[in-house]
């Protein structure tokens, strides 16, 4: 379910402060971040985040169709190596 309108997007405060800090000072280095719970919203647009997947940082570029997403969505945690498939077809080949 979406957060309500009223209490407004969820940032880590953190989060929030150094990409204020790099857009007054106009630098565009990578923020490495833990959290992946927080909303993407229009200041961080243009910035690129090393968000954390359980494994590694994974390098997410933000652009203006992220915003409103959370920063987890980018950073996949499970790696999928496809459906085991039929054992006849594999003895074929």
Known sequence: MARSLKKGPYVDEKLLKK?????ETGQKKVIKTWSR???IIPEFVGHTFAVHNGNKFIPVYITE??????LGEFAPTRTFRGHAGDKKE???R
Request: charged share 40%.
């Open 37 to 39: 719970r927080s909303t």
């Open 90 to 92: 594999r003895k074929k």
């Open 19 to 23: 990409v204020k800090k790099l857009n």
């Open 65 to 70: 169709n992220m915003v409103g997403h959370k």
